[in-house]
T-cell receptor
């Protein structure tokens, strides 16, 4: 089944404790992206990757890191989480990226709480 | 700046009633347009998309949307709503001149009364 998976689905952590949210897709997509979703703010892009070893900042990259060492994986790293990073996070992928308007496939989301 | 506006934050309809969710975009040229749905506890799923051609687009789950260039709109419609349609709906637009990014509306939350 074609899908985007994220782990963990739920995470409660404390300020400053490094964490990684994994994202994996099995569709051989080139483009992958991370979003955060907050009430009243909609979806905001954190980072995206056009292909292996090619990443770029989205609209709200501060406090996050990403890497794209393999085509299928695009982990989101919070080196020192803070309470303002409490949010619902989505990973998404698409075949060639949004420049040709390809559909994005979304993971189920990761609910992160930082206390 | 380019933007996508969903004027209705929350809509409540009765089951079986018709539905129209509004979406307006501000771009110089016609963008690619999308509607996504987010069911409770789920990720987003594409309902339909418009690139060019026929301005009335059919999607999954019985939804359709109409692109109206004169009104810069891409409203989502469904003739008869089912309780399972209760969800958050997002409109998004992509324009090649906008750093190749999707611009998202803030979403419309749909509640369905039995």
């Amino acid at each position: 089944e074609a899908q985007v998976t994220q782990n963990p689905r739920y995470l409660i952590t404390v300020t400053g404790k490094k964490l990684t949210v994994t994202c994996s897709q099995n569709m051989n997509h080139e483009y992958m992206s991370w979003y955060r979703q907050d009430p009243g703010l909609g979806l905001r892009q954190i980072y995206y990757s056009m292909n292996v070893e090619v990443t770029d900042k989205g609209d709200v990259p501060e406090g996050y890191k990403v890497s794209r060492k393999e085509k299928r994986n695009f982990p989101l790293i919070l080196e020192s989480p803070s309470p303002n990073q409490t949010s619902l996070y989505f990973c998404a992928s698409s075949l060639y990226g949004t420049e040709v308007g390809y559909e994005q496939y979304f993971g189920p989301g990761t609910r992160l709480t930082v206390t | 700046a380019q933007s996508v506006t969903q004027p209705d934050i929350h809509i409540t309809v009765s089951e079986g009633a018709s539905l129209e969710l509004r979406c307006n975009y501000s771009y110089g040229a016609t963008p690619y347009l999308f509607w996504y749905v987010q069911s409770p506890g789920q990720g987003l799923q594409l309902l339909l998309k418009y690139f060019s051609g026929d301005t009335l687009v059919q999607g999954i789950k019985g939804f359709e949307a109409e692109f109206k260039r004169s009104q810069s709109s891409f409203n989502l419609r469904k003739p008869s709503v089912h309780w399972s349609d209760a969800a958050e709906y997002f409109c998004a637009a992509y324009n090649a001149g906008n750093n190749r990014k999707l611009i998202w509306g803030l979403g419309t939350s749909l509640a369905v009364n039995p």
